[in-house]
């Protein structure tokens, strides 16, 4: 299935992947706000539907800003579920 591969990195090794079709730059998720404004508006957009939660930082941005989006959590678990387990 292609993707499209995102980083706050220049190089990260998913770029290279040859699933990535593309890759573009994001916010670094460590900084949670920056990195939740950037994916709200992302999802907003329709630019991303699908977010692989590839790290505990992910997950937790990807559950605060699909609760800010009000999106249709497919594929998701309960925000409460994904707190328990981080």
């Not at 993707?3 to 949670?32: C, L, M, N, Q, W």
């Not at 930082?57 to 925000?79: H, M, T």
Request: hydrophobic share 35%; aromatic share 12%.
């Amino acid at each position: 299935m292609p993707v499209v591969t995102y980083s706050h990195e220049k190089h990260p090794a998913g770029r290279y992947s040859r699933y990535s079709k593309d890759f573009r730059r994001s916010p670094d998720p460590i900084d949670s706000d920056a990195f939740i404004y950037w994916l709200v508006d992302e999802m907003k957009s329709g630019s991303i539907d699908l977010v692989a939660p590839t790290s505990d930082y992910i997950v937790f941005n990807a559950v605060q800003a699909l609760d800010r989006v009000g999106g249709d959590p497919r594929g998701y678990a309960s925000a409460d579920r994904v707190y328990d387990c981080l």
